[in-house]
């Protein structure tokens, strides 16, 4: 007998007939948006109102400014801060897609909202381990960015020639951002002929990156310093490096929000290392946030560890005890576990 064990969604085209009319449709990304959730839930945004939908976009936070940039994210609502607003457009919605995550937990606030919520519910998202919560969709873990998966999600229903340059900037900026400027191993083929495909359009790539990597304060680039001088800890014998980050230190240098954006990588560059860590102690719970190169699986580190997960080479996980305990418990699981 076999054992059925899979949780298996229908398939995304079982929803194109509901898209065949006017439909009311919210759309939501994870906590604290990076560059794919933004960009995968603002380029369906433009494709889906281009198709004569009325759209309401949430993000469950604040947008970080280095994506305020992008086409349309004064439309998008922070929930934080308009939570009428973004409850009104869930309860009015005929259907809820959420991209770049796959637990309502990702969307802290929303969590409730969602789960209580009866319209189909479609993911695009990948992460490992999508929770058994949505009724279409593509959970695909091996796609380097859920912006590849909402490109692959226009061309299947026959929409390649409705992409224009604002859904090419957003899908561009996930892609981009999750790829670590398509140098990580998940950049595959497929990411270029992508690509190939939005700049034979007139994509301005380069505006891109400058808007997304080059358009720092001057206090963040102190901050970078003052935290690679003080906060670092380099673990030679483990291949691994952590930073951390008290609520203290996060207010020094007039942080911004997204200041703390991509520090985890820094330790990556240093020869040597494998592993990299960023504790940061936020109001209600420390944040974990892990990187590695090679074959450290971090998705499996933040699950076992830190009540979390990822991908592969990218994760994240949290604690509800102290900074000080999360510092502590951490360097004790190294030096039991000895990552390589
Ligand atoms: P970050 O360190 O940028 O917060 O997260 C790195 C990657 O791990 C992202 O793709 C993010 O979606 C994922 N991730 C971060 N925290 C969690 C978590 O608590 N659970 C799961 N399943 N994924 C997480
Ligand atoms: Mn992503």
Not at 232 to 251: G, H, T, W
Request: aromatic share 10%; with cysteine; charged share 20%.
């Amino acid at each position: 007998m076999e054992l059925v064990t899979g949780y298996v969604m229908q398939p995304i085209q079982d929803v194109f007939p509901l898209l065949r009319s006017p439909k009311k449709i919210f759309i939501t990304t994870h906590h604290k948006p990076d560059g794919d959730a933004i960009g995968s839930m603002m380029a369906l945004y433009h494709y889906l109102t281009k198709k004569g939908h009325h759209v309401t976009a949430v993000s469950p936070s604040e947008m970080p400014d280095f994506l305020a940039w992008m086409p349309g994210a004064a439309l998008a609502l922070n929930y934080e801060a308009q939570p009428t607003e973004s409850l009104e457009g869930l309860a009015s919605a005929d259907l809820i897609i959420c991209a770049d995550f796959n637990d309502f937990n990702r969307t802290k606030h929303l969590e409730q909202a969602l789960a209580d919520a009866t319209q189909p519910k479609i993911l695009i998202d990948h992460h490992l381990f999508p929770k058994p919560v949505w009724d279409y969709g593509m959970s695909i873990p091996e796609k380097s960015s859920t912006c590849e998966m909402v490109y692959d999600f226009i061309n299947l229903y026959g929409d390649n020639s409705l992409i224009d340059l604002d859904i090419a900037a957003c899908l561009y900026t996930g892609v981009m951002t999750d790829t670590g400027s398509f140098k990580f191993p998940i950049t595959t083929a497929s990411v270029h002929t992508m690509v190939a495909d939005l700049l034979g359009r007139g994509l301005d790539h380069t505006r891109i990156h400058e808007e997304v990597y080059d358009s720092w304060s001057e206090n963040r680039m102190r901050f970078l310093g003052y935290v690679l001088i003080e906060k670092m800890e380099v673990f030679r014998k483990y291949n691994s490096a952590l930073i951390s980050l008290s609520r203290k230190d996060q207010n020094l240098f007039k942080s911004q929000n997204g200041d703390t954006e991509g520090l985890v990588n820094y330790p990556l560059s240093i020869s040597g290392i494998r592993f990299a860590t960023l504790i940061t102690e936020r109001s209600d719970e420390v944040k974990l946030s892990f990187r590695s190169k090679g074959n450290f699986d971090v998705s499996a580190f933040a699950k076992n560890y830190f009540d979390g997960g990822g991908h592969f080479n990218a994760s994240g996980g949290r604690t509800k005890t102290s900074f000080i305990e999360t510092i502590a418990y951490f360097k004790k699981i190294l030096s039991d576990i000895h990552p390589q």
